[in-house]
């Protein structure tokens, strides 16, 4: 079974909807290439090791959350770019990126997969007001210690958080946004919540998390966001009748 290239990227835009957005790079088709799509290919990060791994399993397009062209970065295409797009149109392979509307999606989404992997159920958003905020509130089922819930992460991610709090306290209200989303902490704050997740920590993150009294937890941007490539390959594999392959590429931050 194969589709038309355009009715692939046609049914990811209305999945999608990237025209809400206002996002730092273009989303939908970044690199065009071969007409009809056999086999789709995903993965977090449009890396070399990625393209090469999509050549080796024979893909006819890739669908990533980080993909080329982000605003304000050089627009020459010379050294690591170069390669990696030449690498592309050599193999024709199309590639498909979206940022924002995939960390946003309320199903297929990075938040929304991170929550389903950490048992953690969504109540609202992190900021109503503001579409480019993806994040979640939510809570856990169940109360658990903060250690307890740190190991959850380490057991459902596959990487060990860096946590800053006490481990004996108990944990129930938590906010999440996948991704570098570390100087969000103050709108988790004003929700009053137990504790906040995302996947990067800066410096003055942890003074943040101790002077509140909130847990921080970082559990990695890669880790935290293999969710929504995975969960929208599988659904437009399904909606279209192709074949989808998903590749983690490791990445320890
Ligand atoms: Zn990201």
């Not at 990237?18 to 690199?31: A, K, S, T, W």
């Not at 010379?78 to 590639?95: E, N, P, T, W």
């Amino acid at each position: 079974m194969s589709t038309a290239l355009q009715t692939l990227v046609m049914t990811a835009d209305q999945l999608l909807e990237p025209q809400r957005f206002n996002d730092y790079c273009p989303n939908g088709l970044q690199v065009e290439g071969r007409a009809e799509v056999r086999r789709l290919v995903s993965g977090v990060t449009a890396s070399q090791a990625l393209i090469e791994a999509a050549v080796a399993a024979e893909a006819d397009a890739l669908f990533v959350h980080h993909g080329y062209f982000w605003r304000g970065e050089a627009p020459q295409l010379v050294g690591i770019k170069r390669r990696r797009l030449a690498l592309l149109l050599q193999h024709d392979i199309s590639l498909l990126a979206y940022h924002l509307p995939l960390d946003a999606h309320p199903r297929y989404g990075n938040n929304a997969q991170l929550a389903l992997a950490l048992g953690l159920l969504t109540d609202g958003p992190l900021d109503a007001a503001e579409l480019s905020i993806p994040g979640s509130v939510g809570h856990l089922a169940e109360p658990m210690t903060a250690a307890a819930f740190a190991s959850r992460v380490t057991e459902r991610l596959g990487r060990t958080p860096l946590h800053i709090g006490d481990g004996a306290a108990m944990v129930h209200t938590v906010a999440w946004c996948t991704g570098a989303a570390q100087s969000l902490i103050e709108r988790a704050l004003a929700h009053g919540v137990d504790a906040y997740l995302t996947g990067e920590v800066s410096e003055q993150t942890v003074h943040w998390a101790r002077e509140s009294g909130m847990h921080f937890y970082a559990a990695g941007h890669h880790a935290t966001e293999r969710g929504g490539a995975r969960a929208v390959g599988d659904y437009l594999a399904q909606s279209l009748g192709i074949e989808h392959l998903h590749i983690d590429i490791d990445n320890p931050v």
